[in-house]
């Protein structure tokens, strides 16, 4: 087997994001709006399963057939070739793509960081149905499957909301080499790890879409319930390729569950570094450096409390953005009266993008639901700090 990892988004040097597509897709199809959305943090990297996509290797006719711990081996030696033997990485799949990051978290456990499995399930369909779909595929081809998909995959309005990205996903269903989609129908005929769910250590996401009656809730349910740390969540409005179909909110389900996995791997050095570098970055390092400077036996283990916890801690969270954290910052500090800190964070808040004219918005709103003295207060300092020479 030959397995091409192709290029989503990001670059290397930043985490290693490796995703998978389901039955009939490519994943550039599948996964590349999403991946749009990850780019910035992660080195995003997809695999197609054989005959589909840029993957144009197909099983022999007389060959053993095709296993979903082959499709596994055939990534993880992928992703070797592209990180490096031992390289870990995260993964995220959907469906069958869902399946072998399954079977990877149970063959390579060191290897898989955390997980993100996808309108998918330890077994998927039965045996026969498998059988029967290879069959109808090996006499009629793919293209006859086309239309049944076009039901099955999306949910309410999607293919009129979205004809683009609909017909990409099945034309790349058409296009799909028959003997390579009919190995696949094999693979997942033999697949069933519903027994070995509780060998899974590293952390889960399960992601399961409403209207799927392909992979209903149910089964992603039971995956989240019987791996040793697993969540799951159901999307609405949203089917069997929830990748496409709503790709922001994936990519953003990806972001916080991968970064959450990081940071609970983290030591507490780890945690602390972290901490000081978001510190610096949005305080500044003349701020951080006279900070540190002036600590004393008295303040030291103070500082390393606002290091730890606040900035490496919180700061560093995903679910926000610097600017929206600054936002929130300015309405507190104007709440509690905090002047110190208040014009500190006033610097901090235009070194995190936020405008003179978004600053101003923000007091006014804190005007009404702080109370006209405070925001007068913050006015004068907001309007203080803004008169200061812009550090060069």
């Known amino acids: 087997m030959s397995t091409t990892l192709v290029r989503l988004a990001g670059h290397d040097g930043l985490p290693l994001l490796v995703v998978g597509p389901s039955l009939g897709t490519s994943v550039e199809a599948l996964w590349s709006a999403a991946a749009e959305h990850l780019g910035d943090a992660f080195h995003v990297v997809g695999w197609d399963l054989p005959g589909h996509g840029r993957n144009r290797w197909v099983p022999p006719a007389d060959g053993p057939g095709t296993s979903m711990a082959d499709l596994a081996a055939d990534v993880l030696a992928a992703v070797d070739a592209l990180a490096g033997p031992g390289a870990a990485f995260d993964v995220a799949g959907d469906s069958v793509g869902g399946a072998v990051s399954l079977q990877l978290l149970l063959d390579a456990p060191g290897r898989v960081r955390s997980a993100v499995l996808l309108c ?24 006859s499957l086309v239309s049944a998909s076009a039901q099955r995959w999306f949910g309410p309005g999607f293919v009129e909301r979205e004809p683009a990205r609909s017909s990409a996903l099945l034309h790349s269903l058409s296009q799909a080499d028959d003997a390579g989609y009919a190995a696949v129908c094999g693979a997942l005929a033999g697949f069933d790890v519903r027994d070995r769910l509780a060998e899974v250590g590293a952390p889960v996401l399960a992601v399961a879409g409403a ?19 697993g969540r799951l969540v159901v999307l609405d409005d949203v089917a069997h390729l929830a990748p496409v179909e709503v790709p922001q909110r994936v990519a953003q389900l990806v972001r ?19 901490g000081m570098a978001v510190r610096r970055e949005v305080l500044g390092d003349a701020h951080v450096d006279r900070a540190t400077a002036a600590a004393t036996d008295l303040t030291r283990e103070f500082q390393q409390f606002i290091t730890e916890y606040a900035w ?35 610097r901090a808040a235009r070194r995190n993008g936020l405008t003179v004219e978004e600053i101003k918005e923000v007091v006014l709103q804190a005007a009404i639901y702080c109370g006209v003295p405070d925001a007068n207060t913050a006015f004068r300092i907001a309007q203080q700090v803004l008169a200061e020479p812009t550090p060069s």
Do not use: F, K, N, Y
């Open 256 to 274: 916080e569950h991968a970064t959450t996995a990081a940071r609970s791997a983290m030591t507490l050095a780890q945690v602390r570094d972290a």
């Open 312 to 346: 490496g801690s919180i700061w560093t969270r995903p679910g926000l953005d610097r600017r929206m954290r600054s936002v929130g910052v300015l309405t507190a500090l104007i709440a509690r009266g905090h002047h110190e800190e208040l014009a500190m964070h006033v």
């Open 211 to 229: 209207h799927d009656v392909a992979t209903p809730p149910d089964g992603l349910r039971e995956v989240a319930d019987r791996v040793q740390r």
């Open 120 to 143: 998918t399930g330890a077994a998927i369909g039965t045996p026969q149905s498998w059988e029967e779909r290879a069959a109808a595929v090996r006499a009629s081809g793919t293209p």
